[in-house]
């Protein structure tokens, strides 16, 4: 079975839609849940650390580590040559060295290892290592790229419609070009992989990925083995974020490679300015588009340009920049339009998945011309998203998938009647007009986001479900647990199923030799496709009881109610525990692999055509900002977001899921601010110096709501995929900042404004306004 | 020897490195791994922990990061990690502690990986509050705790809710007080191997030992000095902590001034400070964290010399002096004369800061004091602007500045305290004077902002003095760490 409808009984004891708190809540509050670096390791446990390249561009010319290698307590320093097998891990290209072999592509880059006897003395014999290179200079900006065609991927473009007919006909054109900052993913717990040796020369790996079938692939692949003698574990990452999607296997590959050639244990943890520079962030963009548009605002003609600051190898880059441009439409109708991506090279780390994968990048610039199109002709920019809306006719997305849900313009219209959007944005007019140095600003922005992965192989995942004769029940599942309640949902899904409570069901750690061939916990189809899969595996189980006792007792197979512990059936009525231990008896099998594969999906990407998407998720959220015009200092002073999660499998992870991703996206947009030196150094390489949102940033007056929908797709109880949407509704933030100093024009001059929008970015905005109503001024006095 | 109480269990330390921090200690020395780490640098507070001392009032309970506190400086103290607070077979939400109970309830841990420390940072606010108190309260205690995952508002209703549980009983502080009753005062000294460790208890002990060890390191509160353990890495032979020396921690309010001991917490002074200077409560809100105010002193901040320390411009403006001691006896310098060069200082290699001596506030007095950063909580300056003078009918007299983020050392500006001496004040008159701070500053470009900016920015948070006169609109954004 690759896929099957799910509703929900209309029933009081569901397990599906409860509050339930996260699976290890009462282990977290107390301490006692293990992250990888709290395991008690083996008396001779050894350490690993990598050696950093001193430079971001040149050739490696010798590395010296004699001296090291006689320091007592230092075991080894290995090297590219030191690697048995595959040198390159790149995960989908080649491209990533996992130790330099010759060229060094950016400031840090791994180019040995040090193997010690403690942490400490191996951090420190991995700066002792002398590293002699030629150096060249860096080139570290993506326009430069741009200029140069320097892609680690090639160009991709996708069309619909006859771009100059649309720009031909069209009353209107604006152009402009945004700047948008990359983020580090600053998970809690950093990098980190512990590795032990097993006694038939295979390797057990405990790692915080979100990948353990990657890494488990690539250790093997790196160390000459098969997949079958390396085992990946993972119970829970103290936070991801995309940051170890990819970028946890290398971490995880040196230290299995010394522990292979020391025969001990090994781990390998990254301090934090480490994890900070040598691991990927999300693409810095830098975009430009031109649209024509009619005397109501409908966008006429669209000419995108994304241009992905990919660092120096194609990591996931090809499909983060292709969901840029995906999303660089967002929820609007563009009528002939043309979205090129570019994935440019520059000398840095490899830019990685980071929660929305491109997605944000590309679907602010359509809040950007919504903005734009709305200061030009002098509108509200509520009006222009609405005319805008994909409706019924107007409904073929740039890559020829046809929207069919549309639900946006009726989010967007409760939204604003429930947070009084229209009297709010007359009062903060009237209080602009008066205000000399604080300016508000009010903004409504929608999103529209594709759930599935693009890449249409990795839609697919497994499952483990064992129940005991004690009637409690074994899960186990092909997801990553890393904060956002995956293995609570999936454990409501097959307490559900069998209609037991939810203590009943157990989660284990992921494990590859419990659910092989996994893709990435990934594009926030954690529980789509590991709920699906999990109640495939009970509902293999469920047939059997039930096909059991209809052999048993004559029973009508469509009498069976299972609810509460019990089974309930025409025959008569047991606990589900006795029918487990009855079965058992009568020698029927109660353990069962679950599959699942999303339906429905294709993609042409030679004519850029198909449906990559198997169902769209959305959510609507209103900012009000203010803004300090003598000093660009902000303040998000009220958010409300009503967002659409389907019939929600836990209203209170969703919840948690929708507000953290808001500020998260927050910060990207306004106080995450990543800096290179200009030898290419990261210079913000620590919390110092890169301020994600604290406590006092969350919005004084936060209203989160759900939406009250269903999906009209099959998903697992016709739920919908939360992990990633919610990110984008911090595009409100960024709106109402320019909101706020387009005041200073009377709502007629759209402000450039960098992202991150730090008081710098905004106090230069400010000063642009300001010049352009003295220029509006001093034009309008000569008339 | 050291000796502290760790939640419910004394424990003495004979051997330990002298760099070794609280958080190494309890993570790779003890098997106590509730504790995390995730920075190191006490910018995250995922390892938050507690620590007790005799107070004025009892045993005071202040949060603290483990991972810049040095394991000898916990000599004496109480020491409370997240595993104290419930039994380790606690396992529905009833059974814990109301702090875990409420984030639990209230769903407000996902990942995980920053909860002990923000339980911590609750459990302190829980020790030092019968009632929930403020929202602002609240924020402030926690805003040097971050969480990538929740977007923190299940925290802040956690915080609300264990108050609304039956009160736990305080099985804290009958322990701790039957602890230091217990204990027999011992020398605070432990060493591995050649290295060592100690804490005098008196000047005169520290100055013999800044003799006999010129190059030990010397440690107060540790939030920047503890860097160059974790992150330099570097292995000093001696460390001598500042914190038990009795002269340092006094704190004496003359007729025309506060004497504040080098080694006294901020969190320990601004009470009394801001009775004086209210003004500054702001910037000192915003200076690090509560967890860092708990354990930063103004000698560190000074002794330490970075142009961007918060509370060198202040002290500029204010006219303060620093009492430094060494082998020949005690001398005052004028805070304006104490910074040479970058991170250069008059201080000799024998002498300590010992107290800083802040004049009491003259009745006409204005202060201003705006700090600018990227980040409103625990953010160090992109610059900070103090500005005091008298003014007497309208006109600005005795105008002393500090600016921070300027220059290589925190300066005042000679050129605006001239350009605003004796001059109305009004906004014609701040927006001219502050063309002039281009003569006195040729601030550098670097991750916080660009050298444009800083002195845009310098030159507009004049005007914002002048707006304030005006009382007539809204001079400031409302966040709520404001």
């Given at each position: 079975?690759?896929?099957?409808?799910?509703?929900?009984?209309?029933?009081?004891?569901?397990a599906?839609?409860?509050?339930s708190?996260?699976?290890?809540?009462?282990?977290?509050?107390?301490?006692?849940?293990?992250?990888?670096d709290?395991?008690p390791?083996?008396?001779?446990?050894?350490?690993?650390?990598?050696?950093?390249a001193?430079?971001?561009?040149?050739?490696l010319?010798?590395?010296?580590?004699?001296?090291?290698?006689?320091?007592?307590?230092?075991?080894?320093?290995?090297?590219?040559?030191?690697?048995?097998?595959?040198?390159d891990?790149g995960?989908?290209?080649?491209?990533?060295?996992?130790?330099?072999?010759?060229?060094?592509h950016?400031?840090?880059?791994?180019?040995?290892?040090?193997?010690?006897e403690?942490?400490?003395?191996?951090?420190?014999?991995a700066?002792?290592?002398?590293?002699?290179?030629?150096?060249?200079?860096?080139?570290?900006?993506?326009q430069?790229a741009?200029?140069?065609?320097?892609?680690?991927?090639?160009?991709?473009t996708?069309?619909?419609?006859?771009?100059?007919?649309g720009f031909?006909?069209?009353?209107?054109?604006?152009?402009?070009?945004?700047?948008l900052?990359?983020?580090?993913?600053f998970y809690?717990?950093?990098?980190?992989?512990?590795?032990s040796p097993?006694?038939?020369?295979?390797?057990?790996?405990?790692?915080?990925?979100?990948?353990p079938?990657?890494?488990?692939?690539?250790?093997?692949?790196?160390?000459?083995?098969?997949?079958?003698a390396v085992?990946?574990?993972m119970?829970?990452?103290?936070g991801g974020?995309?940051?170890?999607?990819?970028?946890?296997?290398?971490?995880?590959?040196?230290?299995?490679?010394?522990a292979?050639?020391?025969?001990?244990?090994?781990?390998l943890?990254l301090?934090?300015a480490?994890?900070?520079?040598?691991?990927?962030?999300?693409?810095?963009f830098?975009?430009?588009?031109?649209?024509?548009?009619?005397?109501?605002?409908?966008?006429?003609?669209?000419?995108i340009?994304?241009n992905?600051?990919?660092?120096?190898?194609?990591?996931?880059?090809?499909?983060?920049v292709d969901?840029?441009?995906?999303?660089?439409d967002?929820?609007?109708?563009?009528?002939q339009?043309?979205?090129t991506?570019?994935?440019?090279?520059?000398?840095?780390?490899?830019?990685?998945?980071?929660?929305?994968f491109?997605?944000?990048?590309?679907?602010?610039?359509a809040?950007?011309?919504?903005?734009?199109?709305?200061?030009h002709?002098?509108?509200?920019?509520a009006?222009i998203r609405?005319?805008?809306?994909?409706?019924?006719?107007?409904?073929q997305?740039p890559?020829?998938?046809?929207?069919?849900?549309?639900?946006?313009?009726?989010?967007?219209q409760k939204l604003?009647?429930?947070?009084?959007?229209?009297?709010?944005?007359q009062?903060?007019?009237?209080?602009?007009?008066?205000?000399?140095?604080?300016?508000?600003?009010?903004?409504?922005?929608?999103?529209?986001?594709?759930?599935?992965?693009t890449?249409?192989?990795?839609?697919?995942?497994g499952?483990?479900?064992?129940?005991?004769t004690d009637?409690?029940?074994?899960?186990?599942?092909?997801g990553?647990?890393?904060?956002?309640?995956?293995?609570?949902?999936v454990?409501?899904?097959?307490a559900?199923?069998?209609?037991?409570?939810?203590a009943?069901?157990?989660?284990?750690?992921?494990?590859?030799?419990?659910?092989?061939n996994?893709?990435?916990?990934?594009?926030?189809?954690?529980?789509?496709l590991?709920?699906?899969a999990?109640?495939?595996?009970a509902?293999?189980?469920?047939?059997?009881?039930?096909e059991?006792?209809?052999?048993?007792?004559?029973?009508?197979?469509?009498s069976f109610v299972?609810?509460?512990g019990?089974v309930?059936y025409?025959?008569?009525?047991?606990t589900?525990?006795?029918l487990?231990k009855a079965a058992?008896e009568?020698?029927?099998?109660?353990?069962?692999?679950?599959?699942y594969?999303?339906?429905?999906i294709h993609?042409n990407r030679?004519?850029?055509?198909g449906?990559?998407?198997?169902?769209?998720?959305?959510?609507v959220?209103?900012?009000?900002?203010?803004?300090?015009?003598l000093t660009g200092?902000?303040?998000?002073?009220?958010?409300d977001?009503?967002?659409d999660?389907?019939?929600?499998?836990?209203?209170?992870?969703?919840?948690?899921?929708?507000?953290?991703?808001f500020?998260?996206g927050?910060?990207?947009?306004?106080t995450?601010?990543?800096?290179?030196?200009?030898?290419?150094?990261?210079?913000?390489?620590?919390?110092?110096?890169?301020k994600?949102?604290?406590?006092?940033?969350?919005?004084?007056?936060?209203?989160?709501r759900?939406?009250d929908?269903?999906n009209?797709?099959?998903t697992v109880?016709?739920?919908?995929?939360?992990?990633?949407?919610?990110f984008?509704?911090?595009?409100?933030?960024?709106?109402?900042i320019?909101?706020?100093?387009?005041?200073?024009?009377?709502?007629?001059?759209s402000?450039?404004l960098t992202?991150?929008?730090?008081?710098?970015?905004?106090?230069a905005?400010?000063?642009?306004?300001?010049a352009?109503s003295?220029?509006?001024q001093?034009h309008?006095d000569a008339? | 020897?050291?000796t502290?109480?760790?939640n419910?269990?004394?424990?003495?330390?004979?051997?330990?490195?002298?760099?070794l921090?609280?958080l190494?200690?309890?993570r790779?020395?003890s098997?106590?791994r509730g504790?995390?780490e995730?920075?190191?640098?006490?910018?995250?507070g995922?390892?938050?922990?507690?620590?007790?001392?005799?107070?004025?009032?009892?045993?005071?309970?202040?949060?603290?990061?483990?991972?810049l506190?040095?394991?000898?400086?916990l000599h004496?103290?109480?020491?409370i990690?997240?595993?104290?607070?419930?039994?380790?077979?606690?396992?529905?939400p009833?059974?814990?502690h109301?702090?875990?109970?409420?984030?639990v309830?209230?769903?407000?841990s996902?990942?995980?990986?920053?909860?002990?420390?923000?339980?911590m940072?609750?459990?302190?606010l829980y020790?030092?509050?019968?009632q929930?108190?403020?929202?602002?309260?609240?924020?402030?205690?926690?805003?040097?705790?971050?969480?990538?995952?929740?977007?923190?508002?299940?925290?802040?209703d956690?915080c609300?809710?264990m108050?609304?549980?039956p009160?736990?009983?305080?099985t804290?502080?009958?322990a701790?007080?039957?602890?230091f009753?217990?204990?027999?005062?011992?020398?605070?000294v432990?060493?591995?191997?050649?290295?060592q460790f100690?804490?005098?208890?008196?000047?005169?002990?520290?100055?013999?030992l800044?003799q006999?060890?010129p190059?030990?390191?010397l440690?107060?509160g540790?939030t920047d000095?503890?860097?160059?353990?974790?992150?330099?890495?570097?292995?000093?032979?001696?460390v001598?902590?500042?914190?038990?020396v009795?002269?340092?921690q006094?704190?004496?309010e003359?007729?025309?001034?506060?004497?504040?001991?080098?080694?006294?917490?901020?969190?320990?002074?601004?009470?009394?400070?801001?009775?004086?200077?209210?003004?500054a409560?702001e910037?000192f809100?915003?200076?690090?964290?509560?967890?860092?105010?708990?354990?930063?002193?103004?000698g560190?901040?000074?002794?330490?010399?970075?142009?961007?320390?918060?509370?060198?411009?202040?002290?500029l403006?204010l006219?303060?002096d620093?009492q430094?001691?060494?082998?020949?006896?005690?001398r005052?310098?004028?805070?304006?004369?104490?910074f040479l060069?970058?991170?250069e200082?008059?201080?000799?290699?024998?002498?300590v800061?010992?107290?800083?001596?802040?004049?009491?506030?003259?009745?006409?007095?204005?202060?201003y004091?705006?700090?600018?950063?990227?980040?409103?909580?625990?953010d160090i300056s992109?610059v900070?602007?103090?500005l005091?003078?008298?003014?007497?009918?309208?006109h600005?007299?005795?105008?002393r500045?500090?600016?921070?983020?300027?220059?290589?050392?925190?300066?005042?500006?000679?050129?605006?305290?001239?350009a605003?001496?004796?001059?109305?004040?009004?906004?014609?008159?701040?927006e001219?004077?502050?063309?002039?701070l281009a003569d006195?500053?040729?601030?550098?470009?670097?991750?916080?902002?660009?050298?444009?900016?800083?002195?845009?920015v310098?030159?507009?948070?004049?005007?914002r003095?002048?707006?304030?006169?005006q009382?007539?609109?809204?001079?400031?954004i409302?966040?709520?760490?404001?």
């Open positions: 079975m690759r896929h099957f409808e799910t509703r929900l009984p209309k029933s009081s004891h569901n599906v839609g409860r509050p708190p996260h699976d290890s809540a009462v282990t977290q509050v107390t301490g006692r849940a293990h992250y990888i709290d395991q390791l083996p008396a001779d446990a050894l350490h690993a650390y990598p050696v950093l001193p430079v971001a561009q040149g050739t010319k010798q590395i010296d580590s004699a001296e090291v290698e006689q320091w007592p307590g230092v075991l080894a320093v290995l090297t590219t040559e030191d690697i048995p097998g595959r040198r891990i995960p989908v290209f080649p491209g990533d060295v996992l130790l330099v072999e010759d060229r060094i950016y400031h840090g880059q791994p180019v040995a290892v040090v193997v010690a403690s942490y400490e003395l191996a951090r420190r014999a700066r002792a290592v002398s590293v002699e290179v030629d150096a060249e200079a860096a080139q570290l900006t993506v430069k741009v200029a140069d065609q320097r892609w680690v991927r090639p160009p991709f996708l069309t619909r419609g006859d771009i100059d007919q031909a006909g069209s009353d209107h054109e604006l152009a402009g070009e945004i700047s900052g990359g983020q580090e993913h809690l717990e950093g990098q980190v992989a512990l590795v097993t006694d038939d020369g295979g390797l057990f790996v405990k790692c915080s990925t979100q990948h079938s990657e890494v488990q692939h690539l250790v093997a692949d790196v160390l000459n083995k098969p997949m079958q085992t990946v574990e119970r829970r990452m103290g974020f995309g940051g170890k999607e990819t970028q946890a296997a290398q971490w995880a590959i040196l230290a299995a490679m010394a292979d050639v020391t025969g001990r244990t090994v781990k943890r301090a934090r480490d994890d900070f520079r040598l691991t990927g962030k999300r693409h810095p830098w975009n430009r588009y031109r649209v024509g548009f009619d005397d109501e605002g409908r966008i006429q003609a669209a000419d340009e994304v992905g600051n990919c660092g120096y190898s194609p990591d996931l880059s090809d499909a983060i969901r840029a441009m995906f999303h660089a967002n929820t609007y109708f563009y009528e339009v043309r979205i991506g570019h994935r440019a090279k520059t000398d840095t780390v490899s830019h990685t998945a980071f929660r929305g491109g997605g944000p990048q590309g679907m602010i610039v809040e950007a011309i919504m903005d734009d199109v709305a200061r002709l002098g509108k509200d920019p009006d609405r005319v805008n809306l994909y409706s019924p006719g107007r409904d997305t890559y020829h998938q046809t929207v069919d849900q549309f639900v946006v313009g009726d989010m967007m604003m009647d429930e947070a009084d959007y229209t009297s709010r944005r009062a903060i007019a009237e209080f602009n007009r008066t205000s000399p140095i604080i300016r508000k600003g009010l903004s409504i922005t929608p999103v529209k986001f594709g759930i599935s992965f890449v249409q192989h990795l839609n697919q995942a499952a483990l479900v064992h129940v005991y009637g409690s029940i074994h899960l186990n599942h092909g990553t647990e890393m904060g956002q309640g995956l293995n609570v949902k454990q409501q899904i097959v559900q199923a069998f209609g037991v409570p939810l009943s069901v157990g989660v284990s750690a992921t494990r590859t030799d419990k659910v092989p996994t893709s990435a916990t990934a594009a926030s189809s954690g529980s789509d590991n709920g699906m999990a109640l495939n595996a509902n293999t189980i469920k047939q059997r009881l039930i059991f006792l209809v052999e048993r007792d004559g029973a009508d197979p469509d299972f609810e509460q019990q309930q025409d025959q008569g009525s047991l589900f525990k006795e487990a058992y009568a020698r029927i099998s109660l353990s069962s692999t679950g599959y594969a999303t339906p429905k993609f030679a004519e850029g055509k449906r990559p998407f198997f169902y769209f998720a959305h959510g959220s209103m900012t009000e900002v203010e803004v300090d015009t200092e902000q303040a998000v002073t009220r958010v977001i009503l967002h999660v389907g019939h929600s499998l836990n209203p209170a992870i969703d919840i948690g899921q929708i507000e953290g991703g500020v998260q927050m910060g990207w947009l306004t995450e601010d990543l800096r290179w030196d200009d030898q290419g150094a990261l210079a913000s390489f620590g919390p110092a110096t890169y994600i949102p604290a406590i006092g940033d969350m919005p004084a007056e936060f209203n989160v759900l939406y929908s269903e009209p797709e099959t109880f016709r739920s919908k995929a939360v992990g990633e949407p919610p984008m509704l911090a595009n409100s933030v960024w709106c109402a320019r909101d706020a100093v387009s005041s200073l024009s009377d709502y007629r001059f402000p450039p992202a991150p929008a730090t008081p710098e970015s905004i106090l905005a400010v000063t642009a306004t300001r352009w003295l220029q509006k001093e309008d008339e | 020897m050291i502290f109480l760790l419910q269990t004394p424990v003495q330390i004979h051997e330990a490195a002298p760099s921090s609280v190494d200690w309890l790779t020395k098997a106590q504790t995390k995730g920075c190191a640098s006490g910018d995250c995922a390892c938050t922990v507690v620590i007790g001392a005799p107070g004025d009032h009892g045993v005071e309970y202040r949060h603290v990061n483990a991972c506190m040095l394991v000898g400086q004496g103290k109480h020491l990690t997240v595993e104290g607070l419930s039994e380790p077979s606690a396992q529905t009833e059974q814990l109301p702090v875990q109970r409420a984030m309830e209230c769903h407000g996902q990942c995980g990986f920053c909860t002990p420390g923000f339980i940072s609750m459990f302190a020790m030092n509050f019968d929930c108190p403020p929202r602002d309260t609240v924020i402030a205690h926690l805003g040097g705790n971050l969480c990538r995952c929740t977007g923190y508002r299940p925290i802040l956690a609300e809710r108050y609304e549980y009160r736990s009983s305080d804290f502080r009958p701790a007080q039957a602890f009753d217990a204990r027999q005062p011992t020398p605070a432990m060493s591995e191997g050649p290295r100690t804490a005098p208890e008196s000047l005169a002990e520290l100055l013999k800044r006999q060890w190059d030990a390191r440690i107060a540790g000095l503890s860097l160059a353990f974790t992150q330099a890495l570097e292995t000093p032979a001696q001598i902590s500042l914190t038990d009795a002269e340092l006094q704190m004496t003359h007729n025309d001034c506060l004497e504040i001991g080098a080694a006294v917490s901020y969190e320990r002074f601004l009470p009394t400070l801001l009775q004086h200077y209210q003004e409560e910037m809100h915003r200076l690090g964290s509560k967890q860092i105010r708990h354990s930063g002193t103004l560190g901040s000074l002794g330490n010399a970075s142009p961007i320390g918060d509370p060198a411009p202040l002290l403006a006219q303060a620093l430094l001691v060494g082998p020949g006896g005690s005052w310098v004028p805070v304006s004369e104490f060069a970058y991170r200082t008059v201080l000799k290699d024998d002498e800061i010992a107290s800083v001596r802040v004049p009491k506030r003259r009745p006409s007095q204005a202060l004091c705006y700090k600018i950063s990227k980040r409103i909580e625990d992109t900070l602007l103090v005091s003078f008298d003014i007497t009918d309208g600005m007299h005795n105008v500045s500090g600016f921070g983020g300027m220059a290589a050392i925190p300066m005042s500006s000679e050129s605006l305290n001239a605003l001496e004796g001059q109305p004040l009004t906004l014609d008159t701040l001219q004077a502050g063309q002039v006195d500053f040729n601030p550098m470009s670097d991750v916080r902002a660009t050298r444009q900016y800083r002195l845009q310098c030159q507009n948070l004049l005007l003095v002048g707006y304030e006169q009382a007539m609109a809204q001079v400031r409302q966040h709520a760490a404001l």
